[in-house]
């Protein structure tokens, strides 16, 4: 069983920066593909970005494309995710993923492509 646990939300200004982590524990061998996802109030959940673990092949959303980008596991088996530029319509909780399966390209985004998620962490921007 793997647990998720993300940490690092908080309040920035539009333009700035802000990096969120999720920590990972239990049977990482089995995780093959991490997604962070955020929802806004009001909003459905959606991908912003995905990495497929055993090729690092990453995916974004056009949305965030060029400001967001997601990281490997580290040697502490934590997945970051750096947001720069980061503008009002970036609030939103924001949730990491795991899943079992790997990632492509038609199904990193898809809620179904995931089994374990983290509680999430708040993220606000002000413009």
């Known amino acids: 069983q793997v647990r998720l646990v993300e940490s690092g939300g908080g309040s920035v200004q539009a333009g700035g920066s802000l990096t969120v982590s999720c920590a990972a524990s239990?049977?990482?061998?089995?995780?093959?593909?991490m997604g962070w996802f955020r929802q806004a109030p009001g909003k459905e959940r959606e991908g912003v970005a995905g990495?497929?673990?055993?090729?690092?092949?990453?995916y974004y959303a056009d949305s965030v494309k060029g400001r967001f980008t997601i990281s490997q596991f580290n040697i502490n088996n934590t997945v970051f995710l750096r947001m720069d530029s980061l503008k009002p319509d970036d609030t939103a909780m924001y949730y990491c993923a795991a899943g079992a399966s790997g990632c492509y390209s038609a199904s990193w985004s898809s809620e179904r492509a995931y089994n374990v998620w983290g509680q999430g962490t708040q993220v606000t921007v002000s413009s």
């Open positions: 990495i497929y673990i055993g090729s690092s092949t990453k």
């Open positions: 239990g049977y990482i061998n089995r995780v093959n593909c």
